[in-house]
């Protein structure tokens, strides 16, 4: 039964029955966004948060559909950026190739990809919850290594002075372009892991995520397939990394450390892992709460507010924002979405 | 049991088992460290190592920093050998330890008490973080990491809350200061005199401390009924369970100890070193690298990993000071690589 509407009906739908209402509704949404919202609120939340759901959707990509949750996507983006900073200009006085942004990027993400297929294929030597120890220990391990190295990531103080590139006769860091840069690439790494989740690999994915020794039984290469997707989150990741240090002009330890990855983590929790709207959505709430808690906790006490607010959402509801939707629209439920054991 | 889950081992080095060849490797490594502590170095091994003092103090810090990673350590393997719960709040429990070891100690002006505080107000944090917290979760151990982060974000901003940005350092007793003569010879002067080494008194009653408790641990695991329980337990939960013992209780018992652990470690490290945000960091990360390294669950593998690690990060901070994280990536990644469940780890 629900086989052959599945079957049927792919060739028969329209685009707009393709595509879905609501993602009409919501590109038409943000791309008017910027008619209503002031620069403040068109970079450091629309901006930012399409930034950090980018990261939080790379971790979904591996979570969701992977059953492997990773807190080195900071470290991965981190390494796009410091990449970026390293072959590009910066003002630190310490390397800095000067190559132009066009040759820069694509060197910068696939570094990270690299790195990200690295981190996956050490972390895949082990099963379930070992993934989260060996990424936290990379992450970690790689934030003291930027530290305490200054050949390569000019330590404590890392480069500044990064700047966007200007071409077409516009500067791509000033307020509406880059938030359209930003909205641009968040789209395509949304359509990318949607339209992946439903190919052969994705699916194929999701099957070893719920079942990795009858895949195995089956003859599916279950490691190449762990690690390729590792690697497709590690594109994300390191497109992320690029907007971050365009965004900030600069890119430190700090930017890799600890509280980062697990913010990433944070973010994609409490927006939901079963979809990959749900990275954006914890990444808007986040980024809203970052911003206004001063009004509710004070400044200094923001990391108490978001640590209780992420511990509600684990106890009450484990699928984040998007369960808590989820229970109040049954249809959302998919089973094939839920996050692996 | 081994034969079953690695055939290769007895097959591939013709004659000697895989263990005994493992054994002679580490008794040579053994000698060769024995005669570099020893002897008195000719000029060229001088030239290498920078200095025989030099290097015999980075292995001796590294063997005291090892006793510290193994304290902290050894609770985190056997919660999570037994619960499966990663706690990723270890660290914050070292730290808070740390603090209230310092408060302790500054208010009575006994350092030992402050040390029984860590240790017994932490062993009462982990039995309630059991039993309110991660009891409730049971069975989902990705809920319980999850939930374990939360508490370590909530915790480390409340302790700068409290204590502040500074860095702090407990005092020790005075029985605890100087420093010790050891019997290693680190240069021989022109008139013929041998010059010996010093280091700190304080440093080797912490590295024995360390030893002591790993052998009563280690004693509590393989000689009571408790440490059968908790043995059976990171073997086969279930089974443990179903043969009717009261497994809250084993796990109340051994997140007391793990914690308190913890604690401890915090005090007596906080004494050593020093106590500032960010060290909660730190502990956690040699926690994870300890274990992964030396196999969850294991107390020996904790002794093992601590010693690796903790002896790679102050011989890296002597001799590649920029690249010193480098070794311990580089212990992880192989031993991933060649031993996935850590060296001490049982193959699931």
């Known amino acids: 039964m629900s086989l052959a509407i599945a079957t049927d009906g792919t060739t028969q739908r329209n685009w707009l029955e393709k595509l879905g209402a609501g993602h009409v509704i919501l590109g038409v949404a943000l791309v008017l966004y910027p008619l209503v919202a002031s620069d403040f609120f068109l970079t450091q939340i629309g901006g930012y948060s399409l930034i950090f759901g980018m990261l939080g959707l790379s971790l979904m990509l591996l979570a969701g559909y992977g059953g492997m949750v990773s807190l080195a996507q900071i470290t991965v983006a981190g390494i796009s950026a410091y990449a970026i900073a390293i072959l590009g200009n910066n003002n630190s006085n310490i390397l800095g190739f000067g190559w132009p942004w066009w040759l820069a990027v694509p060197f910068a993400v696939l570094a990270a990809a690299v790195a990200s297929a690295l981190i996956g294929w050490i972390s895949v030597r082990t099963e379930g919850i070992y993934t989260i120890m060996i990424t936290l220990a990379i992450a970690t391990a790689t934030y003291y290594f930027a530290q305490q190295n200054y050949a390569i990531f000019n330590g404590h103080s890392g480069y500044a002075g990064i700047r966007a590139p200007a071409f077409w006769g516009i500067g791509w860091r000033d307020a509406k372009p880059f938030y359209y840069l930003c909205l641009g690439l968040a789209v395509l790494s949304y359509a990318a892991v949607l339209y992946g989740s439903r190919s052969t690999f994705g699916m194929t994915l999701q099957a070893i995520r719920d079942n990795p020794r009858r895949m195995r039984a089956l003859g599916y290469h279950v490691t190449a397939h762990k690690v390729f997707a590792w690697l497709l989150s590690g594109v994300i990741a390191g497109l992320a990394g690029v907007l971050l240090v365009w965004f900030n002009g600069r890119v430190s330890p700090g930017t890799i450390g600890v509280d980062a990855a697990i913010d990433v983590l944070i973010i994609a929790v409490i927006g939901g892992l079963r979809h990959p709207i749900g990275p954006f959505l914890g990444a808007l709430v986040v980024v809203l709460m970052q911003t206004f808690a001063i009004d509710i906790v004070g400044a200094e006490r923001f990391n108490t507010l978001i640590g209780m607010v992420f511990l509600i959402i684990v106890f009450v509801s484990p699928d984040g924002i998007l369960g808590l939707w989820g229970r109040i629209k049954p249809h959302l439920a998919q089973e094939s979405l839920r996050p692996g054991p | ?348």
């Open chain 2, 1 to 348: 049991m081994s034969l079953l889950d690695r055939p290769s081992q007895t097959l591939s080095s013709g004659g000697i088992t895989g263990r005994q060849a493992w054994g002679l490797v580490g008794l040579l490594a053994a000698a060769i460290v024995a005669w570099l502590v020893f002897a008195v170095w000719p000029d060229w091994l001088n030239a290498i190592l920078i200095s025989k003092k030099a290097f015999v103090s980075a292995i001796l810090n590294g063997i005291t920093l090892a006793g510290l990673y193994f304290l902290v350590a050894s609770g985190f393997t056997l919660i999570f050998g037994l619960m499966r719960n990663v706690n990723l709040a270890h660290g914050s429990l070292y730290l808070l330890g740390a603090y209230i070891g310092y408060e302790v100690t500054n208010r009575t002006g006994y350092w030992l008490l402050g040390v029984a505080a860590g240790f017994a107000v932490l062993a009462v944090v982990g039995v309630v973080m059991q039993v309110f917290v991660f009891r409730r979760l049971e069975g989902d151990d990705l809920r319980q990491t999850l939930v374990s982060i939360g508490i370590s974000i909530v915790a480390a901003d409340l302790m700068l809350a409290v204590w502040a940005g500074g860095t702090y350092q407990i005092t020790t007793p005075e029985w605890l200061d100087g420093a010790l003569t050891l019997p290693v010879i680190t240069a021989v002067r022109s008139n013929g005199a041998s010059v010996f080494l010093t280091y700190p008194l304080y440093r080797v009653v912490v590295l024995a401390a360390a030893i002591v408790i790993g052998v009563v641990l280690w004693l509590m695991l393989h000689k009571t009924r408790v440490g059968m329980m908790i043995r059976a337990g990171v073997d086969d939960r279930a089974m443990l369970q179903a043969s009717g013992v009261n497994v809250h209780a084993v796990f109340a018992i051994v997140f007391a100890v793990g914690a308190g652990l913890a604690g401890f470690a915090g005090v007596v490290g906080g004494s050593a070193l020093s106590v500032a945000p960010g060290e909660d960091v730190r502990y956690l990360l040699a926690s994870l690298v300890v274990v992964i390294v030396g196999g969850m669950g294991s107390i020996t593998g904790a002794a093992i990993g601590a010693l690796l690690i903790g002896l790679a990060e102050q011989i890296g901070l002597v001799y590649f000071p920029t690249y010193g994280i480098v070794l311990t990536f580089v212990i992880m990644v192989v031993t991933l690589a060649v031993r996935p469940q850590g060296i001490m780890g049982k193959a699931r």
